[in-house]
């Protein structure tokens, strides 16, 4: 999403839809939207929710409905327009549709509720075998099968190399793809999610670290009077969030059993904080005996970066009063909450709430320790 200021410019919502191939709505259609909600969060599954008009004799009643232009595994592409610039808040499928019927006239409502592409890679599970390829080669493969919906692939190698041996293993695959995928990224501290754009009908289909460096998103701003651009912002410090791992492996040999040191978990997440938060849970990964040395690191990494973020914040906004449209999975400055909780932040999910006349976001946050690394934000 481009870093555009929205000022008091008009905020477009385009609605695309088809079985596979995605084409503008009929204006009847958008001009019946009465609500429309998207959720992004980062390691999920994004989802969406709109509300449309009802009219008995509308189009929408009349023909669409009746041809099933609303059944399920529809695709739907939502995009905004501002000032020129063009953003993809969600390419996905509807999952289910519903009917308010009401006495009253204009009451009656078609509510539409569905998921990201990535509800494609969870609908057939699969088993097989991925002979001497390593765990982002594997990944990679299977993104590869969804390319006809757009879909392409952003890999970022394991950080811990896992070379594959085919005479000792080959990893097997039981599930479906989008099981498989969080799987591979759970045991090597990595996401795995679609990111929609950045034309209408292409989505990156994004496998790796949390991506927390480059440049900063317009800070959000509380308790400074006129310069406020937030309505509400919580913070939360949960000491029983951070986990200190350990991890085993035994030599095939001599059946000697080896503790593993503790691993650095920079090159995953960089840091936000200057200090991290205290360590109050203790934890051994079970079943790393019987794992290769490289994969017992992997998982150990995993599991230390997974749960760093002790510190988590909430709240909403108005775009228009804010500026900018805040972006999921990217870093963000925070000022006016004090020393402890200001500086920048993961921005963990956003929640699009679109209305006529109205645009609005809830939001979560998260780092791993408190006090900023930095004095200044990006105003």
């Given at each position: ?281 203790r934890t051994t990964l079970p079943g790393t005996a019987k794992k290769t040395r490289a994969e017992a690191e992997a998982e150990l ?79």
């Open positions: 999403m481009a870093d555009e200021p929205i000022g008091t410019s008009p905020v477009n919502l385009t609605i695309q839809m088809g079985p596979k191939l995605a084409r503008p709505v009929p204006a009847e259609v958008s001009e019946a939207l009465l609500s429309a909600q998207i959720t992004l969060t980062a390691g999920e599954r994004s989802g969406f929710q709109l509300a449309f008009d009802l009219t008995k004799n509308g189009l929408i009643a009349r023909r669409l409905l009746p041809e099933r232009a609303f059944d399920p595994k529809t695709r739907l592409i939502l995009t905004t327009t501002i000032r020129g610039t063009q953003t993809v808040l969600m390419d996905g499928l509807i999952t289910r549709h519903e009917i308010g019927a009401s006495n009253r006239p204009g009451q009656s409502t078609l509510t539409v509720t569905g998921e990201d592409l990535s509800l494609l890679m969870d609908l057939e599970e699969r088993a097989g075998g991925f002979a001497n390829l390593a765990p982002a080669q594997r990944a990679e493969r299977i993104i590869r099968q969804y390319a006809d919906y757009g879909i392409e692939p952003l890999i970022i190698r394991e950080q811990i190399e896992q070379p594959p041996r085919q005479d000792v293993r080959i990893d097997f695959q039981s599930g479906t793809d989008l099981q498989y995928l969080n799987e591979l990224a759970r045991a090597n501290g990595y996401t795995f999610y679609l990111d929609p754009g950045p034309r209408p009908g292409r989505s990156t289909a994004y496998w790796g670290p949390q991506q927390r460096l480059g440049e900063r998103q317009h800070a959000l701003t509380v308790n400074m009077d006129a310069a406020n651009t937030v309505e509400q912002l919580t913070f939360a410090y949960d000491g029983t969030a951070r986990e200190e791992p350990s991890a085993r492996v035994q030599d095939p040999v001599t059946r000697e059993s080896t503790l593993l040191p503790q691993p650095v978990i920079d090159p995953l997440r960089p840091p936000l904080a200057r200090e991290p938060t205290q360590t109050l849970k990494l995993a599991r230390a970066a997974t749960s760093a973020d002790a510190i988590s914040g909430s709240g909403s906004l108005d775009v228009t009063r804010h500026g900018y449209v805040l972006r999921p999975r990217e870093l963000v400055g925070v000022r006016g909450a004090g020393v402890a909780y200001d500086g920048d932040y993961f921005v963990t999910s956003v929640t699009h709430n679109l209305r006529p006349g109205s645009y609005r976001q809830n939001f979560t946050l998260s780092r791993e320790g408190l006090i900023a690394r930095s004095d200044t934000v990006r105003p």
